[in-house]
């Protein structure tokens, strides 16, 4: 995942750099296409995970489910867990990629938000119920905060490429991705507990202008406070 999230930058020898190594463009391409089939595996097996919860499941039912042989699904996973994440990390990298494909005059934030809102709309909700089941997993939590780890790299990565930064020596991205998550979090928190027979978008909706209200408060306090004269 962590490979997926950033951007590939070609040389002039015709390779690919990553993560600070060399990568051939033959063994990326087919590093692609491995990742391309975990995702279509994961996510037919992703129904059966939701029904019956992570510990009732075994490789084999995840491999019949998926259509494969229980040697071709160690083939692309190691693990259930593996099987899990490779999902939620493909995930990640069309959310990223949806971003950078926002209109070019999109407020950053704003098309975070409406890249979130159109995926989760493609994916059928699949990648929420998902994060769910992972969230209700004790086995899987550790891996959680690794692959949440990956979504706001990805997501920083994406902004710094629709603003044209390094994202290595510039803050803008960071400080742009921690606000853009603020009401996405508040909103998935509260559908993943007290509020999961609501809609996410309309959940999302609530969050934004919670969010807004409250920045404009802020920003009226601030103003006021500058413009008050000071006591000598």
Excluded at 8 to 29: C, D, E, L
Excluded at 47 to 63: K, P, Q
Excluded at 176 to 190: E, Q, S, V
Aim: aromatic share 6%; net charge positive; glycine share 4%.
């Amino acid at each position: 995942m962590a490979q997926s999230a950033r951007s590939v930058k070609t040389g002039s020898k015709g390779a690919q750099r990553q993560f600070g190594y060399t990568m051939p463009v033959t063994v990326a391409i087919a590093e692609r296409k491995r990742r391309a089939v975990r995702a279509e595996l994961s996510e037919a097996a992703l129904l059966l995970l939701v029904e019956r919860g992570f510990e009732s499941v075994t490789i084999d039912d995840l491999a019949r489910a998926a259509g494969v042989s229980r040697r071709t699904f160690f083939r692309y996973f190691s693990s259930k867990e593996d099987m899990v994440f490779a999902f939620l990390d493909q995930w990640a990298v069309r959310l990223a990629d949806d971003i950078v494909a926002r209109p070019a005059d999109e407020d950053p934030v704003a098309a975070v938000h409406q890249a979130f809102r159109q995926l989760t709309i493609a994916y059928e909700h699949r990648a929420l119920v998902l994060v769910r089941l992972v969230r209700e997993t004790p086995a899987l939590h550790q891996q959680e905060r690794i692959n949440r780890e990956h979504l706001r790299s990805a997501v920083v990565s994406a902004l710094a490429r629709r603003l044209g930064v390094d994202e290595e020596r510039s803050l803008r991205p960071q400080i742009l991705a921690t606000i853009a998550f603020a009401p996405l979090d508040a909103a998935m928190l509260a559908w993943f507990t007290s509020r999961s027979n609501q809609e996410i978008g309309t959940l999302l909706d609530e969050a934004l202008e919670t969010f807004n209200r409250e920045r404009d408060a802020m920003c009226a306090r601030m103003s006021a406070s500058r413009s008050r004269p000071r006591r000598r």
